[in-house]
T-cell receptor
Framework: GENVEQHPSTLSVQEGDSAVIKCTYS??????FPWYKQELGKRPQLIID?????GEKKDQRIAVTLNKTAKHFSLHITETQPEDSAVYFC?????????FGAGTILRVKS | DSGVTQTPKHLITATGQRVTLRCSPR?????VYWYQQSLDQGLQFLIQ???????AKGNILERFSAQQFPDLHSELNLSSLELGDSALYFC?????????????FGEGSWLTVV
């Protein structure tokens, strides 16, 4: 079935350190893998996405890598800041359906 | 502000009742999605409409139904409410319907069933 597994469920890092969140997906997912950030009580917001024709994409301190053979993709945040504290969701698409992982609570300690 | 408007923002109702959540997509977006977010279930995809027609269905209960109107706004109807239906319901919209279209979320409607 359509499933996305996300790890870890919680992650605490010291300000300035890097954070890595990993996701795996089940078979036949489509070519689109976005990441969303959700602050407490607010809506999820897209922070970066990747399509299957590229293996890595960077946007300032955020990068995403995709390994379609292994069916996993990862979010990398460098030089973390307190404002990076939030819940991060990965997602994969099956047809018109975007399925989200369970989320990772990232805490950046200053 | 994503441009996706949801009403009401908060709603408290009793078990067994029926409620309607309303969503207006971003200007120009033809697709509308509904998601349910509860503490133990994360973001669960419910249903998607594109230009008035149902396009994809997730784990939407039979007690729930949705529709998209000619003006592209959408409504999610929740009936015979149970305590477990308490959640944050998000509407999202995108320009197209296929994978790869960025979806933008509204602020959500908090539903509390007592």
């Amino acid at each position: 079935g359509e499933n996305v597994e996300q790890h870890p469920s919680t992650l605490s890092v010291q300000e300035g350190d890097s954070a890595v969140i990993k996701c795996t997906y089940s078979d036949s997912a489509s070519n689109y893998f976005p990441w969303y950030k959700q602050e407490l009580g607010k809506r999820p917001q897209l922070i970066i996405d990747i399509r299957s024709n590229v293996g890595e994409k960077k946007d300032q301190r955020i990068a995403v890598t995709l390994n379609k053979t292994a069916k996993h993709f990862s979010l990398h945040i460098t030089e973390t800041q307190p404002e990076d504290s939030a819940v991060y969701f990965c997602a994969a698409s099956w047809g018109n359906k975007l399925v989200f992982g369970a989320g990772t609570i990232l805490r950046v300690k200053s | 502000d994503s441009g996706v408007t949801q009403t009401p923002k908060h709603l408290i109702t009793a078990t067994g009742q029926r409620v309607t959540l309303r969503c207006s997509p971003r200007s120009g977006d033809l697709s509308v999605y509904w998601y349910q977010q509860s503490l133990d279930q994360g973001l669960q995809f419910l249903i998607q409409y594109y230009n008035g027609e149902e396009r994809a269905k997730g784990n939407i209960l039979e007690r729930f139904s949705a529709q998209q109107f000619p003006d592209l706004h959408s409504e999610l109807n929740l009936s015979s409410l149970e305590l477990g239906d308490s959640a944050l319901y998000f509407c999202a919209s995108s320009e197209g319907q296929g994978p790869g279209n960025t979806i933008y979320f509204g602020e959500g409607s908090w539903l509390t069933v007592v």
